[in-house]
């Protein structure tokens, strides 16, 4: 059975929403609109913020990595998943195909949680250490920290996808999921998975658990800082430029808590397919909103682009 698996004969198929050809049709409509709109919104985003020179700044520049990671991630997973629905037939994946998608999923999703930590530090410097703001957050330590997110996202994604695909499989399976998840793809495998399972919380930890930690203690201190500024302007401008940015942090790590630090014996993959929609389809949709309604800066720049554009 292991030659199989190293092979490539083995293939997975994914769960269909629904046996109704009629169900799936909606669902892929549905699912197309919120890809095709969260591929707008956060491509808006980052060009927005690269065209007026005004957003040049530390959390700009890490909003607009967050929305092309966001980018990347939709497209990990939306293309496939719309191809899977519309088809009135059985889809099939590969082995390597199913790895290949874990890998960048994986990748992409913890580069994200880090990124959110590091963008909470960022507002921590701005608002509790204004005076010192631009000599801490300098332009080099922005892109290393950016960078940073990516390089941890990339070890602890390789390692976790590598760990894996070393169990045997021992035939054709339907996965639990729309997509190559790590829990439902390790359930299939005919072998002792105690080990995978350990490791995957490990990592949850190190992107989960610990970044919304740091996060939590630097809105501590944000907070602790606000309620010191007497006049109620300065109070709430300085609330509206941390509000969308905890918005999503809620969203992002409360879908993946519910999913990665549960106890694996207690997933379902009911529960499990309607949380990662969620976060696959609806918050990538959510993400430009919340940040271009909820903050004026943004929402002024994107007036401008507008205007300058039917303009010219």
């Given at each position: 059975?292991?030659?199989?698996?190293?092979?490539?004969?083995i293939?997975?198929?994914?769960?269909?929403?629904s046996k109704?050809?009629?169900?799936?049709?909606?669902i892929?409509v549905?699912?197309?609109?919120?890809?095709?709109?969260?591929?707008?919104?956060?491509?808006?985003?980052?060009?927005?913020?690269?065209?007026?020179?005004?957003l040049?700044?530390?959390?700009?520049?890490?909003l607009?990595?967050?929305?092309?990671?966001?980018?990347?991630?939709?497209?990990t997973?939306a293309?496939?998943?719309?191809?899977?629905?519309?088809?009135?037939?059985r889809d099939?994946?590969?082995?390597?195909?199913?790895?290949?998608?874990?890998?960048?999923?994986?990748?992409?999703?913890?580069?994200d949680?880090?990124?959110?930590?590091?963008?909470a530090y960022?507002?921590?410097?701005?608002?509790?250490?204004?005076?010192?703001?631009?000599?801490?957050?300098?332009?080099?330590?922005?892109?290393?920290?950016?960078?940073?997110?990516?390089?941890?996202?990339?070890?602890?994604?390789?390692?976790?996808?590598v760990?894996?695909?070393?169990?045997?499989?021992?035939?054709?399976?339907?996965?639990?999921?729309f997509?190559?998840?790590?829990?439902?793809?390790?359930?299939?495998?005919?072998?002792?998975?105690?080990?995978?399972?350990?490791?995957?919380?490990?990592?949850?930890?190190i992107?989960?658990?610990?970044?919304?930690?740091?996060?939590?203690?630097?809105?501590?201190?944000?907070?602790?800082?606000?309620?010191?500024?007497?006049?109620?302007?300065?109070?709430?401008?300085?609330?509206?430029?941390?509000s969308?940015?905890?918005t999503?942090?809620?969203?992002?790590?409360?879908?993946?808590?519910?999913?990665?630090?549960?106890?694996?014996?207690?997933y379902?993959?009911?529960?499990?397919?309607?949380?990662s929609?969620?976060?696959?389809?609806i918050?990538?949709?959510?993400?430009?909103?919340?940040?271009s309604?909820?903050?004026?800066?943004?929402?002024?720049?994107?007036?401008?682009?507008?205007?300058?554009?039917?303009?010219s």
């Amino acid at each position: 059975m292991e030659s199989a698996n190293q092979t490539g004969i083995i293939h997975f198929h994914f769960r269909p929403f629904s046996k109704l050809p009629e169900v799936q049709m909606l669902i892929f409509v549905a699912f197309l609109i919120m890809y095709l709109v969260s591929i707008s919104g956060n491509v808006s985003v980052s060009l927005i913020i690269w065209i007026n020179h005004s957003l040049h700044t530390p959390m700009y520049f890490f909003l607009a990595n967050l929305a092309v990671l966001e980018i990347c991630y939709s497209s990990t997973i939306a293309p496939l998943t719309l191809a899977s629905v519309l088809s009135t037939e059985r889809d099939f994946i590969s082995l390597p195909g199913c790895g290949t998608q874990m890998f960048f999923f994986t990748f992409l999703g913890s580069a994200d949680c880090i990124l959110l930590a590091v963008m909470a530090y960022d507002r921590f410097v701005a608002i509790c250490h204004p005076l010192r703001y631009t000599l801490m957050m300098s332009w080099r330590l922005c892109v290393q920290l950016a960078l940073g997110s990516l390089v941890l996202g990339f070890i602890l994604a390789m390692q976790l996808t590598v760990l894996i695909f070393q169990l045997p499989f021992c035939s054709s399976k339907e996965i639990s999921l729309f997509y190559c998840d790590v829990l439902p793809v390790m359930r299939l495998a005919c072998a002792d998975t105690w080990v995978h399972e350990a490791t995957l919380f490990v990592i949850s930890i190190i992107v989960l658990t610990i970044p919304f930690l740091l996060i939590t203690l630097s809105y501590v201190f944000i907070v602790a800082t606000i309620l010191k500024i007497r006049s109620a302007e300065g109070r709430h401008k300085a609330f509206s430029t941390c509000s969308s940015h905890l918005t999503v942090v809620l969203l992002q790590y409360g879908c993946g808590g519910l999913i990665y630090l549960c106890p694996s014996s207690s997933y379902s993959p009911e529960r499990g397919q309607v949380v990662s929609v969620v976060y696959t389809f609806i918050t990538p949709v959510l993400n430009p909103l919340i940040y271009s309604m909820r903050n004026r800066e943004l929402k002024d720049a994107l007036k401008r682009t507008m205007i300058r554009f039917l303009l010219s």
